[in-house]
């Protein structure tokens, strides 16, 4: 045991080890077979013979027919959640809005300025190479 724990107030329990906590859970876990059976209605597993018994009857599957809905409950459906999303948004102020902005703006003037320098030097190269 490390020293700290040794040195605990009087009245408090150390903390049990990783191994011994998990083995507490799973013990408080996993009740007896009776006591499943009482809570969910049948067994899932018989403790004698170790075999898995089903657990009730299957969920019922649906039909695959739909609600018709209107197409204008539809379109309000969709106009309340956009409008639920747009209040999620957190909107930026003036101040950010035109940083924003500016650096948008120089980043696509450096960006053409790049694109036109390499077309004009790609362009006396091809006329340097095949001439004129």
């Known amino acids: 045991m490390s020293e700290d724990r040794e040195q605990e107030p009087d009245g408090e329990q150390p903390r049990p080890s990783g191994a011994a906590r998990r083995e507490r859970r ?3 876990r996993s009740g007896t077979g009776k006591e499943r059976e009482s809570r969910s209605g049948t067994s899932s597993t018989t403790e004698s013979t170790g075999t898995t018994q089903p657990k009730g009857r299957p969920t019922p599957s649906r ?5 018709r809905v209107s197409p204008f409950r539809k379109i309000g459906r969709f106009l309340r959640e956009v409008i639920a999303e747009l209040r999620k ?3 930026p102020t003036r101040r950010m809005l035109l940083t924003y902005t500016a650096v948008v703006l120089v980043f696509v003037s450096v960006m053409v300025a790049f694109i036109a320098g390499l077309d004009l030097l790609f362009g006396q190269g091809v006329l340097w190479l095949f001439g004129e």
């Open 26 to 28: 799973a013990s408080a």
């Open 63 to 67: 039909d695959g027919r739909q609600r």
């Open 89 to 91: 948004v957190i909107w």
